[in-house]
């Protein structure tokens, strides 16, 4: 059992529409990631929370906007999306220093029509 | 920075075989080394970890790696094959000196036929 819960699982959206993805832990971790995964690709790092502020991140287009409200919480809003944004949205914590040792979320499968 | 190469994006093997998954790391500085595993339409889970401390590192399901800074490896292996070791692996670096990003290598599917 996943302790990264993300919703919703599967996302179908519009070019024109705006949705959010979110995810939730409750290991008292203090660092939050968004991650993107392409079809038989490794992970892409997007976004990097620490202490609720952000402190990466990896030139991501402005369509995809994070948010942190606190230190369970992260959201990544969408708005605007292309085709190619079509992927795997993959949330992960950490205790707090950046060692490595990810807990990941089961995804957020986004289709972009 | 740091980088790592997985070598062959597919293995396969039988039930009972070794499974052995290759991983070869780029570090200017002393890394830390991971096993990632990710099941269909699942997310990452972590397998194991190299921190510098004991370079056999013994994980999860059965699986271990041994750090070998002669050889910048970091192999991921199995003695024997079960039909739910199919999945996807990725092995990972960063640095111990920091904020770093976690550097995943591409990644190679296990495959296991009866």
């Known amino acids: 059992d996943t302790e990264v819960t993300q919703t919703p699982k599967h996302l179908v959206m519009g070019m024109t529409n705006k949705k959010s993805l979110k995810c939730e832990q409750h290991m008292g971790h203090r660092a939050m990631y968004w991650y993107k995964q392409k079809a038989k690709k490794p992970p892409e790092l997007m976004f990097v929370y620490s202490y609720e502020k952000l402190s990466i991140n990896e030139s991501v287009p402005s369509r995809f906007s994070p948010e942190c409200p606190n230190s369970s919480l992260l959201n990544l809003h969408l708005h605007a999306l292309q085709p190619e944004d079509s992927a795997l949205y993959l949330c992960?914590?950490?205790?707090?220093?950046?060692?490595?040792?990810?807990?990941f979320g089961e995804g957020s499968r986004l289709t972009v029509l | 920075a740091q980088s790592v190469t997985q070598l062959g994006s597919h293995v396969s093997v039988s039930e009972g075989a070794l499974v052995l998954l290759r991983c070869n790391y780029s570090?200017?500085?002393?890394?830390?080394l991971f096993w990632y595993v990710q099941y269909p339409n699942q997310g990452l889970q972590l397998l194991l970890k190299?921190?510098?401390?004991?370079?056999l590192v013994k994980g999860i399901n059965g699986f271990e790696a041994e750090f070998k800074k002669s050889e910048t490896s970091f192999h991921l292996t199995k003695p024997s094959a079960h039909m739910r070791d199919a999945a996807e692996y990725f092995c990972a670096v960063s640095s111990n000196t920091g904020f770093q990003k976690l550097v995943f290598g591409t990644g190679t599917r296990l495959l296991v036929s009866p």
């Open positions: 570090s200017s500085v002393p890394p830390y």
């Open positions: 190299y921190t510098s401390a004991a370079t």
């Open positions: 992960a914590s950490s205790q707090d220093w950046y060692t490595g040792e990810l807990f």
